[in-house]
C-alpha cells in the first residue's frame, strides 16, 4: 500500500511556471506506475502524465506535451510535475495516482490516489 500526497499548486498568470511534488509514503515506491491526472470543476477526471517504474519511458496526453513533464526519484520516494507555458485552460485539481505493472492513462485503472493540489491560472 502506498499513501501520496501532493504539493506545490498554486495561482499563477498564464505563461507562468509550477512545480507540482508528490510524496509517497512506504518502501514499495519503485514498484508503482505513477500518474498525474487533473480534474476541472463541471468534467470529468483527466490523464496528464504517467512515468514508468525506473523513470525511463513518460507519457503525455497530447494538451500538456512540450509544457509539463513528468518525473519520478525512487531513492527520495517523489514525483514531480514541472509545468510551464501555462494556459488558463490548465486549471484544476492536480492528483497524482499510482499503480502496478504497465502505465495506463486511465484514471480507473489507478489504484492510489492523493488528495490533490489546486492549480490556477489566470488570463
Known amino acids: 500500500q502506498v499513501q501520496l500526497v501532493e504539493s506545490g499548486g498554486g495561482l499563477v498568470e498564464a505563461g507562468g511556471s509550477l512545480r507540482l511534488s508528490c510524496a509517497a509514503s512506504?518502501?514499495?515506491?519503485?514498484?508503482?506506475?505513477m500518474g498525474w491526472f487533473r480534474q476541472a470543476p463541471g468534467k470529468g477526471r483527466e490523464f496528464v502524465a504517467a512515468?514508468?517504474?525506473?523513470?525511463?519511458?513518460?507519457t503525455y496526453a497530447d494538451s500538456v506535451k512540450g509544457r509539463f513533464t513528468i518525473s519520478r526519484d525512487n531513492a527520495q520516494n517523489t514525483l514531480a510535475l514541472q509545468m510551464i507555458s501555462l494556459k488558463p485552460e490548465d486549471t484544476a485539481v492536480y492528483y497524482c495516482?499510482?499503480?502496478?505493472?504497465?502505465?495506463?492513462?486511465?484514471?480507473?485503472?489507478?489504484?492510489?490516489w492523493g488528495q490533490g493540489t489546486q492549480v490556477t491560472v489566470s488570463s
Open positions: 495516482a499510482a499503480r502496478r505493472l504497465v502505465v495506463s492513462t486511465t484514471a480507473g485503472d489507478y489504484t492510489y
Open positions: 512506504g518502501r514499495t515506491f519503485s514498484s508503482y506506475v
Open positions: 512515468i514508468t517504474l525506473n523513470g525511463i519511458k513518460t
